[in-house]
T-cell receptor, first 111, second 115 residues
Framework: DQQVKQNSPSLSVQEGRISILNCDYT??????FLWYKKYPAEGPTFLIS?????DKNEDGRFTVFLNKSAKHLSLHIVPSQPGDSAVYFC??????????FGTGTRLTIIP | NAGVMQNPRHLVRRRGQEARLRCSPV?????VYWYRQLPEEGLKFMVY????????ESGMPKERFSAEFPKEGPSILRIQQVVRGDSAAYFC?????????????FGQGTRLTVV
């Protein structure tokens, strides 16, 4: 039972344009959401997070949007850069439960 | 590099053998999490350990899998009598605080292949 879903396994975006990565979840109890970035042969690294009491959180070129009614969150990267090419995982948690990860989206930035 | 170190990076085992995966946390971190990523799936929590103590093993398969984090040395994830379905990437992460999974740093992972 995949409670956190990333339905696009891959995404290609032109350098300089906006990258939008999507994530849907089924558990309405989730109250904290995170995005991780993973380069090949490396472990995931934390990118940005959002609490369920907010609908937007911004950090430089990265913005995460949360739509609780739709159980949907998205990560916007603008402008996209070649170094953004990686696999992006969303993850969710409620209370002190362990993180539930999505399956990842491979983002490729085309120079 | 003072980050989380996992070894080996790649491990090949025949069915029925034992696999030992090691994780050295960030210096000063006393909490370790293990995750497994099966092909086409997201990371799945397996076990959470503090030095000399298992805090939460709710994600561990009931048989063949065990984990430890001794007072000295790395954390070890042990898989006995491996089967093809154990082939996966195994990641560990460490944090300095109790329950701070979201502040944990990940290692590079060990890719286990069972042949």
């Amino acid at each position: 039972d995949q409670q956190v879903k990333q339905n696009s396994p891959s995404l290609s975006v032109q350098e300089g344009r906006i990258s939008i990565l999507n994530c849907d979840y089924t558990n309405s109890m989730f109250d904290y959401f995170l995005w991780y970035k993973k380069y090949p042969a490396e472990g995931p690294t934390f990118l940005i997070s959002i609490s369920s009491i907010k609908d937007k959180n911004e950090d430089g070129r990265f913005t995460v949007f949360l739509n609780k009614s739709a159980k949907h969150l998205s990560l916007h990267i603008v402008p996209s850069q070649p170094g953004d090419s990686a696999v992006y995982f969303c993850a969710a948690r409620f209370g002190n439960e362990k993180l539930t990860f999505g399956t990842g989206t491979r983002l490729t930035i085309i120079p | 590099n003072a980050g989380v170190m996992q070894n080996p990076r790649h491990l090949v085992r025949r069915r029925g053998q034992e696999a030992r995966l090691r994780c050295s946390p960030v210096k000063g971190h006393s909490h370790v999490y293990w995750y497994r990523q099966l092909p086409e799936e997201g990371l799945k929590f397996m076990v959470y350990l503090q030095k000399e103590n298992i805090i939460d093993e709710s994600g561990m398969p009931k048989e063949r899998f065990s984990a430890e984090f001794p007072k000295e040395g790395p954390s070890i994830l042990r898989i006995q009598q491996v089967v093809r379905g154990d082939s996966a990437a195994y990641f560990c992460a460490s944090s300095p605080l109790l329950g701070a999974e979201t502040e944990a740093f990940f290692g590079q992972g060990t890719r286990l292949t069972v042949v």
